[in-house]
């Protein structure tokens, strides 16, 4: 229901460790067209950036879905993408960052 019935983005693909985020022009375009799933990612990423799989996990939706309906908001201007989240140089993480989700895995 939430897709259309489609199974995969129409043209976009989106990694689940993209980085997403509103488009400059997101604030001067219709929300009417949209669902309530992706007036919902809007909100989150009014407040910052998220990654695909940040995006299921506070919305529940499965990722394949997200992509979905990122696709469709990508192609209407609503969002554009940065980099992926471990895009460091040679993507190596962070170790206090690491540090960070172990301890708080830990906490669990």
Not at 9 to 28: C, G, K
Not at 47 to 69: D, H, N
Not at 73 to 91: C, F, K, N, Q, V
Request: charged content about 20%; hydrophobic content about 45%.
């Amino acid at each position: 229901m939430v897709t259309g019935g489609r199974s995969s983005p129409s043209r976009n693909t989106f990694d689940h460790i993209l980085l997403i985020s509103l488009s400059p022009s997101a604030a001067h375009l219709s929300r009417g067209d949209l669902n309530h799933e992706q007036n919902a990612m809007l909100d989150l990423l009014a407040r910052s950036a998220q990654s695909v799989a940040e995006l299921g996990a506070l919305l529940r939706l499965p990722v394949s879905v997200v992509r979905i309906l990122l696709a469709d908001l990508m192609e209407s201007g609503h969002i554009t993408t940065g980099r992926r989240i471990l895009d460091a140089p040679d993507d190596v993480p962070d170790r206090t960052l690491l540090e960070a989700v172990l301890a708080g895995l830990h906490r669990l």
